[in-house]
């Protein structure tokens, strides 16, 4: 069974509809490199077609009804949009979901050291990732320092033309016969990702005491690199303590290939799905089920934390909007969510031609094959999976093929190569129907990511579809 390329049946305007979404995600790819930059950017995009806070409406005891549109913000890392419709709350919603966190370096709570002449930046790494990638690449810091006083001051170095870059040292090939032997695993071990920080000593202040100088005198460069830091965010060395830093790529998301058939950036894995997702739930418009968006944080970690899918974030904020639209009542609530469709929307793994012994031809994903779809993911037969419903994927097929979206099925890799999960099985949890449905990645979790524009510009088209018929 083949299935179709989606090239195939693109016209003149078809194709420039599609790079022109594609503009559009490189913009929000270069806006978001964090959870907290994606969250702020949803929000001002769907403020700007009429969404307002739901929690302004729970303070004014202000109703909300059909044709109302709404968001909730969780911690400044997760969101999640409705548009009411003009259905009953308990037939359901249909929902979109897609993490907003990708995979990068944590700064460690007390990060900054010196060792002869260099200051570094100590980091953690955050998500699946093949340590020797973040070597010898242009590193920017994003996030944000939480001071004592209740500001955040946001930072981000690293991606104007103007600003420095950082970067993680590697051995010089003429003296790594020993690293070489070692195993992928450990040729760069998590402790060695440190970032070069600094390396100019800070200049003696005359004024000051002997007893003054001494103390400086042990770390000069990291003393200089905190003077930077403290002339331009007015903080010190203690704010780390309270600071969420991110070591990401430097530089924007760029065209690939000759024929700009493809974006390489950083994160597709999954703001690719947050975005498609988001395009599609501020285009459909008048709607009979409720429509939801969820951009959720923490799922490369386990969707653990309170702004992760397994928090109860969701849960709350469905409770308070069934309460503003109808009046709260348990078994509206249950049936709200067991009666809701969902789509999980996150990235399936794209068959590699240099890899091609990791995939099993027939139920993987390519490039310009579409829309990815996988019942099930997990790992030693199915572990961990929300393994679809057939009468479910059947429906969406309808839908699919009546809007002419172009979709295929995969699964991630062969039988027993790995594996790997989603939030769809915590959304699962409350009886609804749930399937995996996303874009398919080349070197997913790597610094740089690849994807197919026709399979971006499908996507969205299927979420659409999803969100009006489903
Ligand atoms: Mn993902
Ligand atoms: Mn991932």
């Not at 590697?170 to 040729?187: F, T």
């Not at 653990?304 to 904020?317: H, I, K, L, Y």
């Not at 779809?373 to 030693?380: D, L, P, V």
Request: hydrophobic share 40%; proline share 2%.
């Amino acid at each position: 069974m083949e299935r179709k390329l989606a090239w195939d049946k693109y016209d003149e305007v078809a194709l420039k509809d599609m790079h022109k979404l594609a503009d559009g995600y490189k913009a929000f790819l270069d806006t978001g490199k964090t959870e907290r930059e994606c969250v702020a950017e949803a929000v001002r995009q769907a403020e700007a077609k009429g969404y307002t806070d739901l929690n302004k409406a729970i303070e004014a005891g202000k109703n909300i009804k059909a044709g109302d549109k709404v968001y909730a913000v969780c911690m400044n890392k997760a969101v999640a949009l409705f548009n009411i419709g003009s259905k009953p709350l308990s037939e359901g919603m249909t929902i979109l979901g897609a993490h907003v966190d990708s995979p990068r370096l944590d700064l460690k709570q007390n990060p900054l050291y010196e060792d002869n002449g260099f200051a570094l930046l100590d980091t953690h790494y955050y998500g699946g990732v093949k340590k020797y990638q973040w070597v010898t690449l242009p590193l920017a810091i994003h996030g944000v320092i939480s001071k004592k006083d209740g500001t955040n001051v946001n930072v981000v170095i690293g991606e104007d033309d103007n600003d420095p870059v950082f970067c993680i040292t590697d051995l010089l090939i003429h003296l790594s016969a020993k690293q070489l032997e070692k195993k992928g695993a450990v040729v760069i071990e998590g402790e060695a990702l440190d970032v070069l920080f600094a390396s100019m000593p800070i200049v003696e202040d005359a004024s000051e005491s002997e007893e003054e100088k001494k103390e400086k005198i042990k770390d000069k460069v990291a003393a200089h690199a905190m003077k930077l830091l403290r002339d331009k965010y007015d903080v010190e060395e203690e704010d780390f303590l309270s600071a969420e830093l991110e070591i990401v790529p430097a530089g924007k998301a760029r065209d690939c290939g000759i024929d700009r058939s493809m974006v390489m950036a950083y994160g597709h894995d999954d703001r690719v799905c947050a975005y498609t997702s988001l395009v599609a739930m501020l285009e459909v418009d008048k709607v009979e089920k409720t429509t939801c968006t969820l951009l959720v944080d923490k799922e490369e970690i386990g969707s653990v934390g309170a702004t992760g899918m397994q928090s109860r974030f969701f849960e709350n904020t469905v409770a308070e909007l069934i309460d503003r639209v109808e009046g709260y009542n348990e078994l509206t609530y249950r049936r709200c969510l067991a009666n809701s469709k969902m789509l999980s929307s996150d990235v399936s793994a794209a068959y590699d031609p240099n890899f091609p012994e990791a995939f099993e031809k027939k139920n993987a994903a390519f490039f310009g094959k579409g829309m990815v779809f996988n019942k099930y993911t997990g790992a030693r037969g199915k572990s961990g999976s929300n393994d679809a419903n057939s009468e479910y994927f059947a429906e969406i097929r309808r839908i699919l093929d009546d809007n002419d979206v172009t979709f295929q099925t995969a699964e991630l890799g062969k039988v027993d190569f790995g594996g790997g999960g989603t939030i769809a099985y915590i959304m699962a949890l409350y009886g609804m129907n749930v399937i995996d449905a996303g874009v398919a990645v080349l070197n997913m979790h790597a610094p740089w990511e690849i994807i197919s524009k026709a399979d971006l510009y499908e996507t969205t088209k299927g979420y659409i579809a999803f969100l009006k018929e489903a």
